[in-house]
Each structure stands twice: as C-alpha cells, then as structure tokens.
C-alpha cells in the first residue's frame, strides 16, 4: 500500500515577501513619519527668549501644519515661519555641505527645520490691516481698534505726556501706522522689549519709512502652535 506524499507548498509571491520583511515595515514607518511632519504636525524648539513668558527657551512646541487649509492666520495665532533675509537671520557664508545635505534632507522628508531661519511669533495684523502704536494708554491699535494684549511678558516704558509718542524722545513702544502688505503679516514677540521682530527697525523713528519693515509671508508660514509637548510641567495646549 502506497500512500501519496504531502503536496509542496506553493511559494509566497514575490510581493508578500517584501511587505512581510521587517526593512519594509522600517522604511514604512519612516516614510509615513516623514508625510506626518511634512503635511500634518511639526515638532519644534524654540530658539530664544522673545516670546516669553507664553513661550520658553527650549520649550519642545507641536506646529500644526493643517491650520490653515482653507484659512488664513488671524491676529492673536501664534506661528513658525521662515524668515527671509530681510530678517538679517541668513549666515553671510555658505553652510558646510553636511549641513546643507541635512538641511535638504529636513525639507523633503520634514525632519528637521523648515528653512534656514525659523522664528515662531505672535499675528498681530494681517494682509490690508493698518497698525499703529499707541493710543494714550499705550496700546497698539488694529484698524483703529485698541489690542488687549494680556498675553505680553514685557513692553517698553510708556507714560502719558511724559514718555509716550508725542515727547522727546519718544516711547520706543511708538511706531507710525503701516498698512500689512498683501501675502503678509505683521508679527511680534509676547517679550517685547526683547524681540527682534517686525516692528524691531520702526520703533521710536519718527517718520520711518515702510522699508524698515519685517514681514512673515502667506508662502513662509510653516504653522500655527498648538500645543507645548516638552517639558512635562508646562504640556499643554495654545
């Protein structure tokens, strides 16, 4: 009596076999990573004290990249972008080719920074908005309408006929009115009497003109802050 041997199993097709390995599941894992950073979220670290005390040197922030789909920044929002060079943020020389290789690699698969230079700043105006500063209690005023800034963590001096924008000199917090460019936003630091924002070259000249300007363009914003994800004590969202 004859029995009939065990059939050969028939061998996984090529494609089951490269999905099954544990290098597509790596490379996987990466890329969908890098699609989150580049079109949804953005980890970031801010760089500096300008945005204190709403913001912290080394606060890990999450940058939501999805914002605004469908919307524009509005006064208040706090935002990354990258600075151009009229910011005076662009190193003068050429960056060592492993740096622009990083640099390259952080742009296309969103690991890393945005830009050259990436600054996070409070909107204070947007496209066509004018802003002037200050009314006689010393606040800036958007389209005539005062701002209740209760979020700042510091300002210039300012006192009623006796350091406001009529004496000499005048309140550094004093800047005449601009009209926001179109594509643009006029932004500055919660800290700010130490922030080199768009304001920072305006301030205390009289009769300034609008090159002295700085501004965060529509195509440069990288997003609005949600939340700060590190350090534990301060998680929590914008």
């Known amino acids: 009596m004859t029995t009939d041997a065990p059939a050969a199993s028939a061998p996984r097709p090529i494609w089951r076999r490269i999905v099954g390995s544990t290098w597509f599941h790596l490379i996987a894992a990466f890329v ?3 699609l989150l950073l580049t079109f949804v979220a953005k980890p ?3 760089p500096s004290a300008s945005m204190e005390s709403t913001l912290q040197p080394g606060d890990r922030l999450m940058v939501n990249r999805l914002a605004y789909v469908g919307s524009e920044p509005a006064t208040g929002d706090i935002i990354v972008f ?3 060079e009229t910011w005076g943020t662009h190193a003068t020389e050429s960056e060592p080719w492993w740096k622009a290789a990083a640099r390259w690699v952080g742009e296309v698969t969103g690991f890393g920074p945005s830009g050259p230079h990436t600054l996070v700043k409070r909107v204070i105006a947007g496209p066509g908005q004018v802003v002037e500063c200050c009314t ?3 606040a ?3 389209d005539g309408v005062a701002l209740d800034e209760t979020y700042l963590g510091s300002d210039f001096p300012f006192e009623a006929g006796t350091l406001d924008c009529t004496t000499e000199p005048a309140s ?3 800047f005449d009115a601009v009209t926001v460019p179109p ?3 006029l932004v500055l630091g919660d800290n700010r009497a130490n922030s080199s924002d768009s304001a920072a070259h305006c301030r205390g000249a009289p009769d300034a003109d609008d090159s002295c300007w700085r501004w965060a363009t529509r195509d440069d914003v990288v997003g609005k802050v949600s939340l700060i994800l590190w350090p534990i004590g301060r ?4």
Do not use: M
């Open 172 to 174: 550094l917090r004093c």
């Open 82 to 84: 990258d600075a151009d």
């Open 183 to 185: 594509g643009s936003y």
């Open 140 to 142: 800036i005023t958007v």
């Open 235 to 238: 998680w929590g969202a914008l």
């Open 136 to 138: 006689a209690s010393g």
């Open 44 to 46: 970031y670290l801010v």
């Open 32 to 34: 969908v990573a890098g």
